[in-house]
């Protein structure tokens, strides 16, 4: 990027001396939104299309400028463009560049146009292809859960609360839950997109145009379903950018709390699960480590994405309309959520793919933790002993499981009754792990028969 080469800024003629050169690489925006060329040179050649429609351009002009934007993008996809700090920002730059290129008729490409509602629609033209890229992410993660849950559909682990044993689940069960909150997360993308897709384009500086332009033209050449329809609104709102980043924070959030048990998984306390070698870094002192930094980091990055959604809260809190220039702070933000999601998502998918499943750690810590409790309360009540009853039978077995160092299904039936004279031999079949997740076989529930059942229908759902 030249700093140096002083350009003329096509906003000049009132200005009598030049811009402060602090400023100026202060108020500059091009070395990070170059990143919208793209975005910015199809809102070019669709504006320019629809102004021929309209006759503000002939047919002749139209294809000077089109041909030109064309030439301009090659040039900068293959790293041949000389973005200048002085033409402040991505649209000065390319329109310079324009009619540096074509001559006078690049002059005419900001006819009825401003940088304010030109930014507001390249931002939304971006974010609108980047949450289909993050769609795509999010539905292999989606998958990956999917497939993980249907060949642990049977696998016993504890069910947790208080992070205490509480029930035993399944852990396909458990796969499928944040299979649930990353489908969520998928609808809330897909809801905040229809937002996205409104065009500012027409709206101008913020009154509009008097020009006679063609909207809903420029609207159906891009893409949009329709058009924003107040022009101070149009310029001003980031709304979208806004949900966007609530979104992205509440996805990395779930991620955040999954990575918290997998790296409680794959400690040698609880040895449930492995990662793979390729998802996991040494010490370079502790020579034994291998250490779970993927979901370590993706928790970390976590603060950024909650971070941001802040700075852009903060940013529009205060903002009179329409257009102000505090918006241009809206960029960086918004492009590092979408770098750190689509990262996060991608790894996630990658590790979840490599993911095994250690069956016997699972199940002997499933067996150790009295999980079955609540099964034998439910027994007594269905040999008629009221519910709170029960509980407090069971909390005098449990107390002489501890104090013998055993298990519920390893009391003997004579100690067992000693407790209630309703318990029968028969109860050993509720005690068991398997017993205990096979009886929560309703919708919901963690009961193998009822796990491939969902799976089928998270397949439905995502497909
Ligand atoms: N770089 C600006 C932004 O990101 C573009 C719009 C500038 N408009 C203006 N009137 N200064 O918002």
Redesign the pocket.
């Known amino acids: 990027m030249s700093a140096n080469t002083k350009q003329e800024k096509p906003w000049n003629g009132r200005f009598t001396e030049p811009t402060d050169q602090f400023v100026e690489a202060f108020t500059a925006?091009v070395s990070f939104?170059q990143r919208l060329y793209q975005y910015d040179i199809q809102g070019s050649i669709a504006h320019a299309t629809m102004l021929q429609k309209v006759g503000v351009l002939t047919q002749d002009e139209q294809q000077q400028i089109v041909d030109g934007l064309k030439t301009i993008e090659k040039k900068i996809a293959t790293g041949e463009f000389n973005w200048s700090i002085s033409l402040e920002?991505v649209?000065m730059n390319i329109e310079s560049a324009l009619t540096q290129l074509i001559g006078v008729t690049g002059k005419k490409l900001h006819t009825g146009r401003s940088?304010?509602d030109q930014?507001a629609t390249d931002i939304r033209l971006y974010l609108r292809a980047e949450i289909n890229h993050i769609l795509l992410e999010l539905k292999r993660l989606q998958m990956t859960l999917i497939d993980l849950a249907d060949r642990e559909s049977d696998t016993i682990m504890p069910g947790f609360t208080h992070l205490q044993t509480a029930q035993p689940v399944t852990f396909g069960h458990h796969m499928l839950a944040w299979f649930e909150n990353l489908y969520r997360d998928g609808q809330r993308l897909a809801d905040c997109k229809k937002r996205t897709n409104q065009m500012p384009l027409g709206a101008a500086a913020l009154a509009g145009t008097t020009y006679p332009i063609d909207r809903a033209y420029t609207a159906e050449l891009l893409g949009f379903d329709s058009v924003c329809e107040n022009s101070l609104d149009a310029v001003s709102d980031r709304d979208f950018a806004i949900e966007f980043s609530a979104a992205s924070a509440l996805i990395m959030t779930h991620l955040s709390r999954f990575s918290e048990e997998l790296v409680i998984w794959s400690s040698a306390q609880f040895n449930f699960i492995d990662l793979g070698d390729a998802f996991c870094t040494g010490s370079s002192i502790m020579p034994q480590k291998k250490n779970p930094d993927v979901p370590e980091l993706v928790r970390g990055k976590t603060g950024r994405v909650n971070g941001h959604l802040i700075s852009l809260l903060t940013l529009m809190k205060s903002q009179p309309l329409a257009?102000n220039?505090d918006?241009?702070e809206d960029?960086e933000p918004i492009f590092d959520i979408i770098d750190t999601l689509r990262g996060s998502l991608k790894v996630y998918a990658d590790m979840m793919a490599q993911v095994t499943v250690n069956k016997k750690a699972m199940y002997q810590a499933a067996k150790s933790g009295f999980s079955t409790a609540t099964d034998l309360a439910d027994y007594l009540v269905r040999a008629d002993i009221p519910f709170r009853d029960a509980h407090d039978i069971v909390g005098q077995a449990v107390r002489l499981g501890v104090e013998t160092c055993r298990d519920l299904s390893e009391l003997t039936l004579d100690e067992l009754q000693s407790f209630s004279s309703k318990i029968q031999s028969d109860v050993f079949d509720i005690l068991t792990l398997e017993g205990s997740v096979s009886a929560r076989n309703h919708i919901g529930g963690t009961a193998p028969e009822q796990v491939k059942q969902a799976v089928v229908r998270a397949r439905e759902r995502v497909s």
């Open positions: 925006s939104d920002d649209h940088r304010n930014i257009y220039k918006n241009q960029k």
